[in-house]
């Protein structure tokens, strides 16, 4: 009976000091950037698209999500202004920022607050500890050696978008105007 207890505590302890895992992760940096690399698949489990670039991050409410492959795009976020650039077709839009609790961007904005409201640790593949929030379109982040290793969502399609991290750097340098729209001559902006 005493070994049952004792496992029972080591396991219940596990879930807990993963979940702290995730909130001392998404505390422990005001800037981050790092590769990406983003699969998109239907509900058979079939990839429909891959692409990939780079992500940089400056808390409060910065970001640079710029896709290289197969196309160049920019989603840049600045405060309250959220911008989608398509470099090839020499456009840029405005897109309304009113609601981001349900994208993964909202962890990287706000530190997780309390126990009620963070991910929760569900399980381990592949050495990654994944951490699933209680929102609708199933978003999961997966952490490795403490360290923002993937992220999985659905989309409305029913798509499985998975987004693998590598080359992080938590704190990076960061030019002063490194978020601000910078379009060269001949876009047309919406």
Known sequence: MTKFI???????????????????????????????????????????????????????????????????????LNNTKLWLVDVELKQASLISTTNLTQTPLYWFINRPIDNNHIPQYTHTKDKINWYKTQQTNQLSFGLKNNMLKAISLNNKLNQTILLTFDSIIINPIIESNAFELNLKIGFDIE
């Open 6 to 76: 004792s496992t029972l505590i080591l396991v219940f302890s596990s879930f807990a000091n993963s979940n702290y895992d995730f909130s001392n992760f998404f505390s422990s940096f005001e800037r981050l950037s790092a590769n990406f690399t983003q699969h998109t698949y239907n509900n058979t489990g079939t990839l429909l698209t891959k692409s990939s670039g780079t992500l940089l991050f400056k808390r409060p409410k910065q970001l640079i999500w710029h896709t290289l492959v197969p196309n160049e795009q920019i989603l840049l």
